[in-house]
């Protein structure tokens, strides 16, 4: 069965340091992989996704993931942290080579400090 | 845009009530999602539909039923609604299946508390 683990449920940077939040899953088949933030009292707005070709991802407001089959990875990063990132983030997977019946983690809260 | 809409923000009900939460999704997707969401378990499958008329079980389906009778509208139902469904419910639509920007798009949520 799909997973995925999100290492931290929360995680605190201060304003301008480098943010990374880390993601890894398991999938038996080549997956989609997804981030997803969640700003308060409000739904999912994507972030960022991978699916075929090159491995580094850019997405939305500076984030960009990497991912690594070998390591089964695919963290989140963003060189500069803004006091507007504070959020939950969520990674997710789909292992069918779609964005259907996609299968979240847990979640992770980041904390901006000025 | 994608735009996904849900009836409520937020919503009170008491026990054993019948609850309706909307859906409602402006791009002519086939498959829309029900999740819900608590603190520390994410994001939790409640039901998907394909198309019109048709449903599927997700992880966590006991105590909720879903209809979709148009297109464009995805209804979860609470059938006697119980204090352990307190929650934030999200819906989702999904691009087509195969194009580039295959993606689940998601509404702003319905924070549902019962009494």
């Known amino acids: 069965a799909q997973s995925v683990t999100q290492l931290g449920s929360h995680v605190s940077v201060s304003e301008g340091a480098l943010v990374l939040l880390r993601c890894n899953y398991s999938s038996s088949v080549p997956p989609y992989l997804f981030w997803y933030v969640q700003y308060p009292n409000q739904g999912l707005q994507l972030l960022l996704k991978?699916?075929?070709?090159?491995?580094l991802v850019k997405g939305i407001n500076g984030f960009e993931a990497e991912f690594k089959k070998s390591e089964t990875s695919f963290h989140l990063t963003k060189p500069s942290a803004h006091m507007s990132d504070a959020a939950e983030y969520f990674c997710?997977?789909?292992?069918?080579?779609?964005?259907?019946?996609?299968?979240f983690g847990k979640g992770t809260k980041l904390t901006v400090n000025p | 845009d994608v735009k996904v809409t849900q009836s409520s923000r937020y919503l009170v009900k008491r026990t054993g009530e019948k609850v309706f939460l909307e859906c409602v999704q402006d791009m002519d997707h086939e498959n829309m999602f029900w999740y819900r969401q608590d603190p520390g378990l994410g994001l939790r499958l409640i039901y998907f539909?394909?198309?019109?008329?048709?449903?599927e079980k997700g992880d966590i389906p006991e105590g909720y039923s879903v209809s979709r009778e148009k297109k464009e509208r995805f209804s979860l139902i609470l059938e006697s609604a119980s204090t352990n469904q307190t929650s934030m419910y999200l819906c989702a639509s999904r691009t087509p299946s195969g194009s580039r920007t295959d993606t689940q798009y998601f509404g702003p949520g319905t924070r549902l508390t019962v009494l």
């Open positions: 539909s394909y198309d019109v008329k048709m449903k």
């Open positions: 991978y699916t075929t070709g090159a491995t």
């Open positions: 997710a997977v789909s292992p069918w080579g779609g964005s259907e019946k996609l299968v």
